[in-house]
């Protein structure tokens, strides 16, 4: 199985934040008791590769939301930059997506929950990614932080589940094909 | 009801064809049988208004697939430029989105299947597109025309039918909300 995977909300023109970073035209789409898959699809990673962006957003939450332990990818960031309370859960890397993964998986992690459009498209350029959760929010925003973007290399999926919420999300699931040769060779390398 | 409706089919990263144009990765996903919600579509416009690229495109497959009347968006082509045989059915026009809708009223449709990236972006952003079926091929391109793109106005949707196909292709059905104003007042514009 393939190392990273991928669980996040896009506009139907695959933004996934306005310009600015913000998420206000997703928030009225967070509805009580539903968590849109969320709870089952972090239950299911050892843990997080996130950008610092990603991370500079989650801080700005207040609360930290994980209780799984965090990788952030920066080459600006070091280890002092890490709130003293979050030390034990959150370490700052500028290492390539490979190494991360060989790294993490010689820790045990037998996959991650890859997050913010940087990241993501750098895991799926370098065939890391081996599934793909894409929620669709009912808006067109006509500009903002792309999802896919040019990632420069063809990905064939398989499309497995379908989810249509009541409040307009659809959920669907992909499984990456081509990568699942990558992941092997990475299990290897990484054993 | 808004008088233009878009049909049409994307890579789960947006693009509607390869750089140059192709549409190859999407073939292999024509079903025999499973028209994949197509003919009830067409059946429920009036007729076509298409960019030049889409035009010549469907031109190059050899039989001409619309039995409904075509109207092509073009500063460059001209009438002489239509091979005879379509004359009947295939009109060139260099006028503007919102002009195109008023004659195109004015003449008794009261919609259009609106097809072509750059015919769809600039409709979108004039209010004049009220349906949205989009039909998600699960591949990646990683670069190619996007749908999409930056249309530069936010477009609230509303999420209808949702359908999987068994060949890994979902179709998703949205009617603009956002739109249905402006397409009363192109309605009262126009009669």
């Known amino acids: 199985m393939s190392f990273g995977k991928v669980f996040i909300a896009a506009s139907l023109d695959g933004f996934i934040a306005r310009a600015d970073g913000a998420i206000d035209w997703l928030l009225p789409f967070n509805a009580e008791g539903e968590d849109h898959g969320y709870d089952a699809f972090i239950a299911g990673v050892d843990g997080l590769v996130m950008g610092r962006a990603t991370y500079e957003t989650v801080l700005g939450f207040g609360d930290w939301p994980y209780a799984k332990p965090v990788v952030v990818m920066s080459r600006t960031l070091g280890a002092a930059d ?8 959150v370490r700052i890397t500028a290492d390539a997506p490979a190494d991360i993964v060989h790294a993490l998986r010689a820790e045990g992690w037998r996959s991650a929950y890859v997050d913010g459009g940087e990241v993501i498209r750098s895991f799926l350029a370098e065939g890391l990614i081996g599934r793909i959760t894409l929620t669709l929010v009912p808006i067109l925003l006509g500009r903002g932080r792309p999802l896919f973007g040019a990632i420069g290399r063809e990905v064939r999926l398989e499309r497995e589940a379908v989810r249509p919420f009541r409040n307009g999300l659809v959920s669907l ?3 990456v094909e081509h990568s699942e040769k990558a992941a092997g060779l990475a299990e290897t390398k990484g054993n």
Chains 1, 2 share one sequence.
């Open 173 to 175: 699931d992909y499984r």
């Open 82 to 89: 890490v709130p003293q309370h979050l030390r034990q859960r």
